[in-house]
């Protein structure tokens, strides 16, 4: 199954991608913007995204 979902992680892996690019922060944590109100709300729409992927994690979905 092919997955047309890309997920940088951190701001060089976001520069590199076009289109459908969900971002996430860095996990280092060094980046301030999932912290901020307006990042809160992009990583929870980033997250629902990843969410309804079809088969992205098939059989690991919360009840």
Do not use: C, N, Y
């Amino acid at each position: 199954m092919l997955l047309r979902l890309v997920i940088p992680v951190g701001k060089l892996a976001i520069g590199l991608f076009l289109g459908d690019a969900v971002p996430l922060p860095h996990p280092s944590g060094a980046s301030p913007w999932h912290r901020t109100e307006t990042g809160k709300s992009l990583l929870a729409r980033a997250m629902r995204l990843i969410g309804e992927q079809p088969g992205l994690m098939a059989g690991h979905r919360r009840a």
